[in-house]
């Protein structure tokens, strides 16, 4: 059964910074695309990054690039979001989801495993 569950989510400052984990059972991670994505109160599930199995290759939203870092720990089965610089509107709850599949895809109905979110709240 593939899982995925999500950690460090929390309260962070203005500036601020977060590591966000999403750690898989009952696959691989280095094998599948691996995205993130937030959703905000009131608005659609956005994708934010996405590394791809396939050559490792990293794809940002232009709302996060030179913000946020993604990254993949194969041997801890685990990806990573490295959130810098946040801003209050930054505020959401965050997923990972597997795309079945090494290649990355802008659409979130293409991942068909999530976690069950952490929320990330930026305010002073």
């Known amino acids: 059964q593939w899982q995925l569950v999500e950690s460090g989510g929390g309260l962070v400052q203005p500036g601020g910074s977060l590591r966000l984990s999403c750690a898989a059972s009952?696959?691989?991670?280095?094998?599948?695309?691996i995205g993130w994505f937030r959703q905000a109160p009131g608005k659609e599930r956005e994708g934010l990054s996405c590394i791809s199995s396939a050559d490792g290759r990293a794809y940002y939203v232009d709302s996060v690039k030179g913000r946020f870092t993604i990254s993949r720990d194969n041997a801890k089965n685990t990806v990573f979001l490295q959130m810098n610089s946040l801003k209050p509107e930054d505020t959401a709850v965050y997923y990972c989801a597997v795309r079945p599949n090494y290649y990355c895809s802008n659409y979130r109905e293409r991942y068909d495993y999530w976690g069950q979110g952490t929320q990330v709240t930026v305010s002073s």
């Open positions: 009952g696959f691989t991670v280095n094998y599948y695309a």
